[in-house]
């Protein structure tokens, strides 16, 4: 395996481009409730909105997925949302403690539209040298995990199977 650092803070950035449009995109995410499991088979279980609109300002939601071959249920809020063009969410203890937060941003070419995700992770200093090993494994499983939702939208949105 290749030697990597692990720094403070780390950006992990997917961006596919999709035969649709936006609003498709936006469409996709603000069904989330029914989208989850479909978006990512093998590793979504569930995710449901606690109070407020989808991908609202101030919405929360409690979600269940398994990272690393564990499942895992987190809590997080939408920070930003930008209709049809971005969202941010934040996460609650102790997802935060290693995940700052996570963008989607959608934008719309003249034959197709992009969408990127971003993953800001964040490592304190003791964890950056007690759980190297784990940490790498971790930025790797999230790395795939992404590429992997990234590919399933894009095969959903253009109508091909997953």
């Known amino acids: 395996m290749e030697q990597m ?9 997917h961006t596919i481009e999709i035969k649709t449009t936006s609003e498709q995109i936006w469409d996709f995410l603000t069904h989330i409730e029914k989208n989850y499991q479909t978006w990512h088979p093998k590793d979504h279980i569930k995710f449901i909105w606690t109070k407020g609109e989808p991908f609202s300002e101030g919405s ?10 564990h499942m895992v249920k987190y809590k997080g809020w939408i920070a930003e949302s930008v209709p049809k063009k971005k969202i941010t969410m ?8 290693v995940t700052e937060k996570i ?19 964040k490592f304190k200093p003791l964890s950056r040298t007690l759980f190297k090993q784990r940490n790498l494994k971790m930025i790797q499983d ?21």
Not at 103 to 121: G, P, Q, R, V, W
């Open 90 to 97: 934040r996460f609650h203890f102790p997802m935060s403690i």
């Open 103 to 121: 963008e989607m941003i959608l934008k719309d070419t003249t034959s197709y539209a992009t969408f990127t995700h971003i993953t800001y992770l």
């Open 142 to 162: 999230v790395n795939e995990h992404v590429a992997i939702e990234a590919n399933n939208m894009k095969n959903i949105l253009e109508g091909k199977q997953t």
């Open 5 to 13: 650092k692990i720094k403070k803070k780390m950006e992990l950035t």
């Open 60 to 69: 929360t939601f409690n979600a269940e997925q398994y990272m690393m071959g």
